[in-house]
């Protein structure tokens, strides 16, 4: 694809001669970064399954749980600890925004362009899922996304909504501990993935997106606390995206740009000029993250300190505070079911005490914070869905048992070794016996896998399906798959 005059002058004017090295990088497929999941057991466990599988990554100094890979013995997202959701495959500058942002257990979070949830599954896992996130999305296809990752990664402190952004900051006036926005942008810093930017890419398009983030950064402005703390980021380059939103943004409300230190990756600082136009020195304090300096998607981030409260806003119909059913542990119905999976899996008193319930036919936790948050509309989802409801009482989901079951004290079954394991998980006749009846948690090197049901003493898996088979015997790994050193290409 050709670069349009327009975009070259553009790369031209932020980094001359280095414009060309983002050019070498389109169509550059640059090696995956991963983070683990600590919700669903201890990440070095989850690093020695990800090897045994044949996998290679190295951890990148300074920034925790980030690693990139360097060798793939099949794409990452057909593997075992993917589809289980002890993996994360997100780019190293993605992770940045939640870093800086360092949203704490406890606190009241809104993530107001959430999906499909690389971020928001990152802060829910550095909140311990404690605390609440609001994730917000206007997109029913990216909601559906976010919905399967905050499943399949075992969040219990997240509810999703799909408000327009700008509706958030009213409704929401000054609620919140933390914000993030991540909006949508021109992807000027994705051409290494996303070639076809370069086919639509122009100034009006720019100005477009730029008015509609200056509207989503006064809304963020709003819904936080004074006090709080503000991340706007984007994976484009543009100044009329990045520093002109923040210079708007510092000149019109009080905040404050704090300084940015990231460890492990190259930066540079926000710009204070740009052709003709002259920045606020303190602009200094942002950063940009060029992909050809670090081989990740290009990124601006800023982080923000809201000074003062705000004038409340005057609308025209409030909305009302809707009422949640939430059940303690020791509340009917949930109770009845809690209690058989206690007696069931022999867990220590306590087990489910950090959680509310909702209940519709399932059992669903949420982290007991989301029982003291005020609900302006009804979510779309929240919560994990913990257990299904039987007969004769309840059975953990996959990830109620990922989640949980390192607890229990019977009815766990150790599988000894990969071949094994692999046979459990394609859903094949596995070579155990078992003792008792009902559901059976299979844990492997410490860590729960899924669940089978006892049948005549012998497993029978239960594991989840998916629309390949899984292959944990690897060959040998040879080499790396590192770009751009290797110069791979997308075809």
């Not at 690093?47 to 290679?56: P, T």
């Not at 409340?312 to 058989?340: A, I, T």
């Not at 040998?476 to 290409?489: Q, V």
């Amino acid at each position: 694809m050709q670069v349009s005059p327009e975009l070259d002058r553009l790369f031209e004017a932020l980094l001359g001669e280095e414009k060309k090295r983002i050019y070498e990088q389109i169509g550059c497929q640059l090696a995956h970064a991963i983070r683990f999941n600590p919700l669903k057991g201890p990440i070095e466990a989850q690093g020695e399954l990800l090897r045994e599988q044949g996998f290679r990554f190295d951890p990148l100094k300074g920034l925790p749980n980030v690693y990139r890979m360097t060798h793939q013995p099949y794409p990452i997202g057909k593997s075992l600890s993917h589809f289980i959701g002890h993996v994360y495959v997100q780019d190293i500058a993605s992770m940045i925004p939640p870093l800086v942002l360092d949203p704490q257990p406890g606190e009241w979070v809104l993530d107001m362009s959430a999906a499909p949830g690389s971020k928001t599954t990152q802060m829910a896992a550095m909140m311990a899922n404690r605390g609440v996130i609001l994730a917000n999305d206007v997109v029913m296809k990216r909601i559906r996304a976010l919905i399967n990752n905050l499943q399949r990664m075992g969040v219990t402190n997240t509810a999703i909504f799909k408000w327009f952004g700008e509706q958030l900051g009213n409704q929401y006036f000054e609620r919140f501990d933390r914000v993030l926005l991540d909006p949508a942008c021109s992807g000027l810093g994705t051409l290494h993935k996303n070639p076809e930017v370069l086919s639509w890419w122009t100034p009006n398009h720019c100005r477009r997106l730029a008015s509609s983030q200056r509207k989503l950064l006064i809304s963020a402005i709003k819904a936080v606390k004074p006090g709080g703390v503000l991340i706007y980021s984007t994976c484009t380059l543009t100044p009329e995206e990045n520093e002109e939103v923040i210079e708007f943004a510092i000149k019109n409300f009080p905040v404050a740009l704090e300084p940015i230190e990231v460890a492990g990756l190259k930066t540079r600082p926000g710009l204070t000029r740009f052709r003709d136009k002259r920045f606020p020195p303190e602009m200094q304090k942002a950063l940009r993250l060029y992909s050809f300096e670090n081989n990740t998607e290009g990124f601006f981030i800023a982080r923000l300190r809201k000074l003062e409260s705000l004038p409340p806003p005057r609308l025209k119909k409030p909305r009302q505070e809707l009422r949640m059913e939430w059940l303690s542990p020791k509340s009917s119905p949930v109770k009845k079911y809690l209690d058989h999976l206690s007696r069931h899996f022999d867990l220590p008193d306590g087990t489910f005490e950090s959680f509310v319930f909702h209940y519709q036919r399932r059992v669903v936790a949420l982290s007991r914070e989301m029982g003291e948050f005020p609900f302006y509309g009804k979510p779309v989802q929240m919560g994990l869905v913990l257990a299904h409801i039987m007969s004769q009482g309840a059975k953990f989901t996959t990830e109620g048992a990922q989640l949980l079951g390192n607890r229990a004290r019977k009815m766990v079954l150790d599988v000894p070794d990969l071949e094994t394991l692999e046979a459990f998980v394609n859903r094949a006749e596995v070579p155990l016996t078992v003792e008792g009846k009902g559901q059976v948690l299979v844990r492997y090197r410490g860590l729960i896998i899924g669940y089978g049901i006892a049948d005549e003493g012998r497993l029978k898996s239960q594991f989840p399906k998916s629309e390949w088979p899984f292959r944990l015997m690897p060959a040998p790994p040879s080499g790396s798959d590192e770009c751009p050193k290797s110069e791979k290409r997308l075809q």
